[in-house]
Protein backbone atom coordinates (compact mmCIF):
# COMPACT_ATOMS: atom_id res chain seq x y z
CA UNK A 1 0.00 0.00 0.00
CA UNK A 2 1.73 3.52 -0.49
CA UNK A 3 1.76 6.23 1.07
CA UNK A 4 -0.85 8.03 -0.51
CA UNK A 5 -3.31 5.40 -0.37
CA UNK A 6 -2.03 4.78 3.59
CA UNK A 7 -2.83 8.01 4.35
CA UNK A 8 -6.35 8.22 2.90
CA UNK A 9 -7.50 5.41 4.91
CA UNK A 10 -6.59 7.22 8.00
CA UNK A 11 -8.31 10.06 7.23
CA UNK A 12 -11.43 8.05 6.77
CA UNK A 13 -10.94 5.72 9.93
CA UNK A 14 -10.49 9.87 11.36
CA UNK A 15 -14.17 10.59 10.29
CA UNK A 16 -15.20 7.01 10.83
CA UNK A 17 -14.80 7.78 14.28
CA UNK A 18 -16.80 10.85 14.61
CA UNK A 19 -19.56 9.02 13.00
CA UNK A 20 -22.19 6.08 13.49
CA UNK A 21 -20.54 3.47 11.20
CA UNK A 22 -22.98 0.55 9.43
CA UNK A 23 -21.99 -2.52 7.89
CA UNK A 24 -23.48 -2.57 4.20
CA UNK A 25 -23.52 -5.26 1.63
CA UNK A 26 -22.23 -4.26 -2.04
CA UNK A 27 -21.20 -5.17 -5.42
CA UNK A 28 -18.07 -4.08 -7.11
CA UNK A 29 -18.92 -2.72 -10.37
CA UNK A 30 -15.83 -1.06 -11.91
CA UNK A 31 -12.33 -1.14 -10.79
CA UNK A 32 -10.65 2.17 -12.19
CA UNK A 33 -11.42 3.85 -10.11
CA UNK A 34 -13.13 1.39 -7.25
CA UNK A 35 -16.62 2.03 -7.31
CA UNK A 36 -19.25 -0.13 -5.71
CA UNK A 37 -23.24 -0.04 -5.51
CA UNK A 38 -24.73 -0.74 -1.95
CA UNK A 39 -27.27 -3.05 -1.49
CA UNK A 40 -30.76 -1.69 -2.07
CA UNK A 41 -29.15 0.90 -3.92
CA UNK A 42 -28.92 1.89 -7.67
CA UNK A 43 -26.74 4.63 -7.21
CA UNK A 44 -22.52 3.53 -7.83
CA UNK A 45 -20.11 5.34 -5.37
CA UNK A 46 -16.58 5.94 -7.43
CA UNK A 47 -13.38 6.50 -5.65
CA UNK A 48 -13.94 4.07 -2.99
CA UNK A 49 -11.16 2.96 -0.42
CA UNK A 50 -10.69 -0.85 0.64
CA UNK A 51 -8.52 -2.34 2.81
CA UNK A 52 -8.20 -5.54 0.77
CA UNK A 53 -8.20 -6.45 -2.95
CA UNK A 54 -11.22 -6.91 -4.73
CA UNK A 55 -12.65 -7.71 -8.20
CA UNK A 56 -15.46 -6.73 -10.45
CA UNK A 57 -18.19 -8.80 -9.36
CA UNK A 58 -17.41 -9.24 -5.90
CA UNK A 59 -19.63 -8.83 -3.26
CA UNK A 60 -18.01 -6.75 -0.18
CA UNK A 61 -18.79 -5.73 2.94
CA UNK A 62 -17.80 -1.70 3.68
CA UNK A 63 -18.51 0.42 6.34
CA UNK A 64 -20.25 3.86 5.63
CA UNK A 65 -19.97 6.33 7.57
CA UNK A 66 -21.36 10.64 7.40
CA UNK A 67 -20.25 10.81 3.67
CA UNK A 68 -17.69 8.27 2.86
CA UNK A 69 -17.38 4.19 2.48
CA UNK A 70 -14.50 1.67 3.41
CA UNK A 71 -14.57 -1.44 1.75
CA UNK A 72 -13.06 -4.28 3.90
CA UNK A 73 -13.04 -6.99 1.71
CA UNK A 74 -14.61 -9.29 -0.15
CA UNK A 75 -17.47 -11.98 1.03
CA UNK A 76 -16.53 -16.12 0.25
CA UNK A 77 -19.11 -17.65 -0.35
CA UNK A 78 -17.54 -21.40 0.79
CA UNK A 79 -20.99 -23.52 0.86
CA UNK A 80 -20.41 -26.46 -1.53
CA UNK A 81 -21.93 -25.91 -5.32
CA UNK A 82 -22.85 -29.33 -6.70
CA UNK A 83 -22.28 -29.93 -10.31
CA UNK A 84 -25.24 -30.85 -11.91
CA UNK A 85 -27.62 -29.04 -9.46
CA UNK A 86 -30.36 -26.62 -10.49
CA UNK A 87 -28.74 -23.39 -11.10
CA UNK A 88 -24.99 -24.71 -11.03
CA UNK A 89 -22.80 -26.05 -13.40
CA UNK A 90 -23.63 -29.08 -15.96
CA UNK A 91 -21.92 -31.94 -16.53
CA UNK A 92 -20.43 -32.14 -19.93
CA UNK A 93 -19.66 -35.10 -22.51
CA UNK A 94 -21.82 -38.13 -20.38
CA UNK A 95 -19.70 -37.61 -17.31
CA UNK A 96 -22.74 -37.85 -14.39
CA UNK A 97 -22.24 -38.31 -10.40
CA UNK A 98 -21.47 -42.04 -9.63
CA UNK A 99 -24.30 -41.71 -7.02
CA UNK A 100 -24.57 -44.58 -4.55
CA UNK A 101 -22.87 -44.19 -1.20
CA UNK A 102 -20.16 -41.85 -3.26
CA UNK A 103 -19.87 -37.82 -2.97
CA UNK A 104 -21.47 -36.06 -5.54
CA UNK A 105 -19.47 -33.93 -7.68
CA UNK A 106 -18.78 -30.15 -6.16
CA UNK A 107 -16.65 -27.40 -5.38
CA UNK A 108 -16.59 -24.35 -3.46
CA UNK A 109 -13.66 -21.90 -1.58
CA UNK A 110 -12.19 -22.24 1.21
CA UNK A 111 -10.40 -19.20 3.41
CA UNK A 112 -6.86 -18.18 1.98
CA UNK A 113 -7.91 -17.68 -2.03
CA UNK A 114 -8.27 -21.99 -2.23
CA UNK A 115 -10.93 -23.94 -4.16
CA UNK A 116 -11.68 -27.40 -3.12
CA UNK A 117 -13.00 -30.27 -5.32
CA UNK A 118 -14.72 -33.33 -4.53
CA UNK A 119 -16.80 -35.93 -5.12
CA UNK A 120 -16.85 -39.04 -8.15
CA UNK A 121 -18.17 -39.07 -11.27
CA UNK A 122 -18.81 -41.90 -14.20
CA UNK A 123 -19.53 -42.42 -17.70
CA UNK A 124 -17.09 -40.40 -19.40
CA UNK A 125 -14.15 -40.28 -21.18
CA UNK A 126 -10.69 -39.42 -20.56
CA UNK A 127 -9.37 -36.08 -21.86
CA UNK A 128 -13.31 -34.85 -21.93
CA UNK A 129 -14.16 -31.81 -19.98
CA UNK A 130 -16.53 -33.32 -16.60
CA UNK A 131 -17.25 -29.45 -16.16
CA UNK A 132 -16.60 -25.73 -16.28
CA UNK A 133 -15.86 -24.00 -12.70
CA UNK A 134 -17.52 -20.56 -12.54
CA UNK A 135 -15.38 -17.46 -13.46
CA UNK A 136 -14.96 -16.84 -9.43
CA UNK A 137 -13.69 -20.38 -9.01
CA UNK A 138 -10.81 -20.68 -11.80
CA UNK A 139 -7.09 -20.50 -11.19
CA UNK A 140 -4.86 -17.91 -12.66
CA UNK A 141 -2.90 -20.78 -14.71
CA UNK A 142 -3.42 -23.98 -15.57
CA UNK A 143 -3.77 -26.40 -12.13
CA UNK A 144 -2.56 -30.31 -12.79
CA UNK A 145 -3.68 -32.51 -9.29
CA UNK A 146 -3.84 -36.15 -8.68
CA UNK A 147 -6.69 -38.33 -8.87
CA UNK A 148 -8.16 -41.74 -9.09
CA UNK A 149 -9.56 -43.38 -12.27
CA UNK A 150 -11.54 -46.91 -12.28
CA UNK A 151 -11.75 -48.90 -15.40
CA UNK A 152 -12.68 -52.51 -15.78
CA UNK A 153 -11.94 -53.76 -12.46
CA UNK A 154 -8.83 -51.71 -11.77
CA UNK A 155 -7.55 -48.65 -10.67
CA UNK A 156 -5.29 -45.78 -12.31
CA UNK A 157 -3.31 -43.05 -11.30
CA UNK A 158 -5.08 -40.23 -12.77
CA UNK A 159 -4.65 -36.58 -13.26
CA UNK A 160 -7.18 -33.93 -12.54
CA UNK A 161 -6.61 -30.63 -15.14
CA UNK A 162 -7.99 -27.55 -14.53
CA UNK A 163 -7.59 -25.18 -16.63
CA UNK A 164 -7.67 -21.04 -16.22
CA UNK A 165 -10.99 -21.15 -18.59
CA UNK A 166 -12.22 -23.39 -15.67
CA UNK A 167 -12.84 -26.59 -18.05
CA UNK A 168 -12.05 -29.78 -15.70
CA UNK A 169 -10.95 -32.72 -17.43
CA UNK A 170 -9.27 -35.92 -15.90
CA UNK A 171 -6.39 -37.69 -17.92
CA UNK A 172 -4.69 -40.94 -17.28
CA UNK A 173 -1.20 -43.03 -17.82
CA UNK A 174 -3.58 -46.15 -17.23
CA UNK A 175 -6.75 -46.95 -19.59
CA UNK A 176 -8.01 -44.54 -22.84
CA UNK A 177 -10.92 -43.71 -23.92
CA UNK A 178 -14.20 -44.18 -21.79
CA UNK A 179 -13.29 -45.15 -18.44
CA UNK A 180 -15.90 -46.64 -15.46
CA UNK A 181 -15.14 -43.88 -12.55
CA UNK A 182 -13.20 -40.60 -11.99
CA UNK A 183 -12.59 -40.10 -7.97
CA UNK A 184 -11.74 -36.15 -6.82
CA UNK A 185 -10.33 -34.85 -3.71
CA UNK A 186 -8.21 -31.95 -4.57
CA UNK A 187 -7.57 -28.14 -3.72
CA UNK A 188 -5.78 -25.55 -5.55
CA UNK A 189 -4.62 -21.75 -5.44
CA UNK A 190 -6.79 -18.94 -7.20
Known sequence: MDTDTARDILRRLNALERS???VRLGEVTDDSPLTV???GSDVDIAGVATLAPVAVGDIVSALTYGPGLLV?????DTA???VGAGGEPAFANSWANKGSTYETV???H?????VALKGSCQSGSLNTTIFTLPAAYRPA???RLACAVYDAGVYYHGQLLITSGGLVQVQ?????GSVDEAHIEAVFAL
Open 72 to 76: LGALL
Open 106 to 108: AFR
Open 20 to 22: TPA
Open 80 to 82: WHE
Open 172 to 176: STGPS
Open 141 to 143: AER
Open 110 to 114: IPGNL
Open 37 to 39: RLG
